[in-house]
């Protein structure tokens, strides 16, 4: 297993300058990383420094806490794309979740995948899995199977706990095989990454990505 092709190479702190940026999008090339993700902000920098590499760029959508306007969270995906993303990680409504309104969360992934599919990208929904209950993972699931989404992804590393392996463990159980599992969140070693990647995830989200490839290289 190359662990460098599960990586989503991820910087989303506020404070992020546009020399991390082209750090990133450097060490992503260097690496053969899967993906960066990177603030909208900086997408269409970082889709430049890209060009002609396999490297995907990949943005947040209603980050951190999910709880933005179904509106406004469609403007973002189209500002996004426009800007030339190829992968969204969109934060559902958390609020709506917890009072358990299954239906405006049906609602909001329908009409944020409309401009996706039109543009023939793809959408990984941020359940937050470490602030959910096992029986609000397996609803989120079930839900966004039937939305056909491209990965469901297990949090955002900003809620009070990140990914877990039971929780991927749970998703990979829930979920069918056609519909991938990113788990980010905390993930920071070699060890923990190859050990999610055996649990179903199909995308390893982390900032410590070049620590993660070296000591792979190291075992090898």
């Not at 397996?138 to 491209?150: M, N, T």
């Amino acid at each position: 297993m190359q662990i460098e092709s599960y990586i989503d190479h991820t910087i989303l702190k506020p404070s992020t300058t546009i020399s991390e940026v082209e750090q990133l999008c450097n060490d992503a090339i260097k690496y053969q990383f899967a993906a960066v993700c990177v603030p909208p902000f900086y997408v269409k920098a970082a889709k430049q420094i890209l060009l002609n590499t396999p490297v995907k760029v990949a943005t947040v959508i209603g980050f951190p806490f999910g709880y933005s306007s179904t509106k406004s969270k469609v403007q973002e995906v189209e500002d996004a794309l426009a800007d030339g993303a190829d992968e969204i990680d969109m934060v559902h409504n958390l609020a709506a979740l917890k009072n358990g309104d299954w239906d405006f969360l049906s609602k909001e992934v329908a009409k944020i995948l409309v401009p996706i599919r039109l543009n023939d990208k793809a959408l990984k929904v941020i359940i937050e899995s470490g602030i959910l209950t096992d029986t609000e993972i397996i609803r989120s699931c079930e839900l966004y199977a039937k939305h056909h989404v491209d990965f469901v992804k297990t949090s955002t590393g900003y809620a009070e706990k990140g990914a877990s392996l039971e929780a991927v463990q749970l998703m990979r159980a829930h979920l069918p095989e056609s519909i991938m599992i990113k788990a980010s969140g905390g993930i920071r070693t070699y060890e923990d990454a190859a050990k999610y990647v055996a649990a179903g995830a199909s995308r390893i989200g982390a900032s410590a990505s070049v620590q993660i490839a070296k000591e792979q290289r190291k075992n090898m």
